[in-house]
């Protein structure tokens, strides 16, 4: 294979996978606080609301947050019990926000071709293309608090663009795959 379709194939292959995903992630904890000691778990009161949007405070998020939020510890050995016996509390909040997106894009034209560094500055020969587009970003917090304070000791947030996929089964892979990236760093490690 010679290098030109080699290093198209490579340059491909970039462009296709780095717009798989745009989760950010972004832990912070106590440094002070013993996760050693932590063994079990149970949730925060489940009456409570877990955001403001009626896409996130539904039956079937609420269910998918907390079964991959339960898997997630259960593989690193943290057993779920009941309030009295529990070594840490676990709670979560969602929120779904419209961002905007404007793009500029200067196009120009002159007779030897496009994109020549020579403008003829009485025909101008430039064009300002601007778009712009709203898109929707998906913020997910974990939260994981002291049983006898109620104070914080750790959080996870991720966010990432919303696709708007109604498939419950494709919504269900990306939520763990969130959930797994933000307690990726649960406990933390000294």
């Not at 500029?104 to 003829?120: K, V």
């Amino acid at each position: 294979m010679n290098r030109p379709v080699l290093f198209g194939l490579v340059a491909a292959l970039l462009f296709f996978s780095s717009g798989c995903s745009t989760l950010s992630v972004q832990t912070d904890y106590n440094p002070a606080y013993d996760f050693s000691a932590l063994k079990n778990y149970t949730w925060l009161d489940s009456t409570k609301a877990h955001g403001t949007d009626a896409r996130i405070n539904n039956d079937l998020v609420v269910d998918r947050v907390r079964k991959a939020v339960e898997q997630t510890l259960a593989a690193r050995g943290y057993v779920k019990t009941d309030a009295a016996s529990a070594d840490f509390i676990v709670s979560w909040l969602g929120a779904i926000d419209t961002k905007l997106q404007v793009d500029t894009i200067d196009h120009f034209y002159s007779p030897y071709g496009y994109g020549s560094l020579y403008r003829d500055p009485f025909w101008g020969g430039s064009t300002r293309t601007t778009t712009a587009y709203e898109y929707e970003v998906g913020t997910l917090i974990i939260d994981i608090l002291d049983p006898v304070q109620h104070k914080l000791i750790w959080r996870g947030t991720g966010k990432d663009r919303i696709n708007g996929n109604k498939n419950p089964e494709k919504v269900s892979k990306r939520i763990n795959e969130a959930v797994a990236a933000i307690m990726k760093d649960f406990p933390p490690v000294k």
